[in-house]
């Protein structure tokens, strides 16, 4: 059962960092609402740009949909457990469509061979569950380096 | 006044007692950091929809349950996606015995399947108990700088 997907926009009131991008946008993949929720707050509290964008997808086919619609984003956070298309196959499309977003591999298993699978498919970062505020720093890193 | 700060100290008691006895960590931490001006209600929203994605999938196990043979790949699914939303919201020991459920799916013993969601449900069940009484102690406080939280 797919479920629609979200936009939320959230815009810092306060410019006092020049150094911020103007905006970034964040998508969530996660088939579980609740999580899907949770990140999207934890990323909200990045505070990297001046504006933010999340939208969310419940499945891996969604996500696809997105991109092939003509959506792109600065940031994916995948989940490796998705319905109807999982997290390694979508990031492998996404990769060989050419998307060259930030795709964090987002998973609560602990098999390496799973994890080293996911990285191969296509992933700049996995972070394991659940995120924390701690956790996302590694991908505010590699934004920055960007 | 003077109630109104016996309030707070009770519902920071409930809230202490609720990490001291086991039924939530750090994680719950996680989320009441994420609440702010602009999302007062953070915690208490994401603790409902675990509420409402628990009962669905309380009802999916059961219904998988009660078919023969087990089906351990859709059992042990359903309950990947129980225990990651008790993760979400801290819940400690829910997400343990959803991780011994899990244990019994993948070496197929059915009996053992049956018998750990009674206790996944048990545990489900008292710490929804628990956190409903929490909030409304805490809704019946009113607001208050959260600068008294510890853990």
Redesign the interface.
């Known amino acids: 059962m797919a479920s629609p997907s979200t936009r939320s926009y959230h815009g810092c009131d306060k410019d006092s960092d020049g150094s911020k991008r103007g905006k970034l946008s964040v998508l969530i993949v996660d088939e579980n609402v609740l999580v899907c929720r949770v990140h999207e707050m934890l990323v909200s509290k990045l505070k990297v740009a001046k504006e933010l964008l999340t939208e969310t997808a419940t499945d891996g086919k969604e996500a696809l949909d997105l991109h092939l619609s003509g959506s792109s984003f600065d940031v994916i956070l995948m989940e490796m457990d998705l319905p109807i298309m999982d997290g390694p196959e979508v990031t492998k499309k996404l990769r060989a469509m050419g998307v060259k977003s930030i795709i964090v591999g987002v998973t609560s298993r602990d098999s390496k061979v799973d994890r080293e699978a996911f990285m191969a498919a296509g992933l700049d970062v996995w972070l394991e569950k659940p995120l924390t505020a701690h956790k996302l720093k590694s991908v505010v890193e590699a934004l920055e380096k960007k | 006044m003077e109630r109104n700060n016996q309030l707070h100290r009770q519902v920071a008691l409930m809230r202490q007692s609720l990490f001291d006895q086991g039924y939530l960590d750090e994680?719950f931490v996680?989320?009441e950091?994420?609440q702010d001006d602009t999302?007062p209600n953070?915690v208490e929203?994401?603790v409902t929809?675990?509420y409402r994605?628990s009962a669905r999938l309380v009802a999916s196990i059961e219904q998988a349950l009660d078919n023969r043979p087990l089906d351990f790949n859709r059992l042990d699914s359903y309950m990947?996606?129980f225990?990651?939303?008790s993760?979400?919201?801290g819940g400690r020991k829910v997400k343990a015995e959803c991780s011994q459920f899990r244990e019994y799916c993948r070496t197929g013993n059915g009996e053992g399947c049956i018998r750990t969601f009674q206790q996944v449900k048990r545990e489900y069940a008292t710490l929804r108990k628990k956190l409903e009484a929490y909030f409304q102690l805490a809704r019946q406080a009113g607001p208050r700088d959260t600068a008294s939280r510890s853990t």
Request: charged content about 20%; cysteine-free; proline content about 0%.
């Open positions: 994680q996680q989320l950091e994420l999302n953070f929203e994401v929809l675990y994605d990947h996606q225990k990651g939303s993760s979400s919201i």
